[in-house]
């Protein structure tokens, strides 16, 4: 594997779930980091990434680097031609160039702006870092996917051992816009499962066709949850009125008393989770999602061994 983008980079992504589950049940196998550096850069908050993904480098035996462009870099340029006498003091062209001499594997979380759909559906942000980046890139969640959140999503539901699982994506509520990159991803991924999967969101808040093509989109929210064996829940901010946030008039916050209309439904978040929110404690507090987190390590491990192989 030469990048991991999206579901389309890693040659057969059934065999690194599959590859991700061997590496849990016995993490330490490898030194393929042996004398490797991975460098994370931030351009966003994050706990599990960051935490999982060094983790992961460390049981490959490799060395990390953190920097955290927005709090300790300079204010990087995006777009080219650009006189640079106002307030952004270095081009992600050479910030990129510079970072990549370091490091073996450069990882790089950025969210969409939410304002311009273009800029954040072309991936303006990580495309640069594949442009100018001489080492292979990894996804830390861009703009419009977080494929090392869906990895370990499709580890966790792998280990559940359902047959044919009927999994539901609950659109839930929230105070801020949030970007779309959680739930664009986890239909990628899904769908190379034999899942059988639902979309469940109000009117308005329906994903770009890419994502949902094949997929059922049901906007009612306690129909789509029956006989459910999976709800996996998270916000997003409008696709089709793009990073707006179309008033919901009914409640979509995920209750104890929704869940009971599912087959004893496992309730999944990438996490951070707005407790009462997007759901209640009751589900929050009887979930699977520290599992589900636990395994971001080994989907990063699955996928830096892969390309640390092919170096
Ligand atoms: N990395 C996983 C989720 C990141 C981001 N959540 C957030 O920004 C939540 C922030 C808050 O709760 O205020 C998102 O939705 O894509
Ligand atoms: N799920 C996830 O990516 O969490 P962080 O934003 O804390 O990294």
Excluded at 64 to 70: C, K, T
Excluded at 240 to 262: F, R
Aim: hydrophobic letters at 40%.
């Amino acid at each position: 594997m030469k990048q991991f983008l999206s579901a389309s980079d890693p040659e057969d992504p059934r065999a690194l779930v599959k590859k991700a589950l061997v590496l849990k049940a016995n993490p330490f196998q490898s030194s393929a980091g042996k004398n490797r550096t991975l460098g994370l850069v931030f351009f966003n908050p994050s706990l599990r990434t960051r935490m999982s993904t060094q983790k992961a480098a460390f049981n490959l035996g490799m060395n990390v680097m953190v920097m955290n462009v927005d709090k300790d870099g300079w204010k990087i340029e995006f777009n080219d031609g650009t006189v640079m006498n106002g307030d952004t003091q270095e081009h992600i062209k050479d910030a990129v160039s510079v970072m990549s001499q370091y490091v073996d594997i450069l990882g790089v979380r950025t969210f969409p702006s939410l304002q311009n759909k273009e800029d954040d559906y072309s991936e303006k942000v990580i495309s640069q870092f594949t442009r100018y980046s001489t080492v292979p890139v990894v996804s830390l969640e861009s703009a419009t996917r977080h494929p090392l959140q869906s990895l370990a999503d499709l580890i966790t539901i792998e280990e559940l051992g359902i047959k044919r699982p009927k999994v539901v994506l609950s659109w839930a509520p929230h105070p801020k816009i949030l970007p779309q990159a959680v739930p664009n991803s986890f239909l990628e991924w899904i769908k190379i499962t034999d899942a059988d999967i639902t979309l469940a969101c109000p009117q308005g808040y329906e994903l770009a066709d890419e994502f949902t093509n094949g997929v059922k989109i049901e906007h009612d929210q306690y129909h789509a949850f029956e006989g459910a064996d999976i709800i996996y829940a998270k916000n997003w901010s409008s696709y089709v009125h793009y990073g707006q946030k179309p008033e919901v008039k009914s409640d979509w916050t995920i209750t104890a008393e929704k869940m009971a209309l599912t087959n004893k439904g496992k309730f999944m978040h990438c996490l951070p989770i707005r407790r009462n929110v997007v759901a209640t404690d009751e589900v929050v507090d009887n979930s699977i999602i520290y599992r589900q987190a636990k395994n971001r390590e080994y989907a990063a491990q699955a996928v830096l061994q892969e390309i640390l192989e092919n170096l």
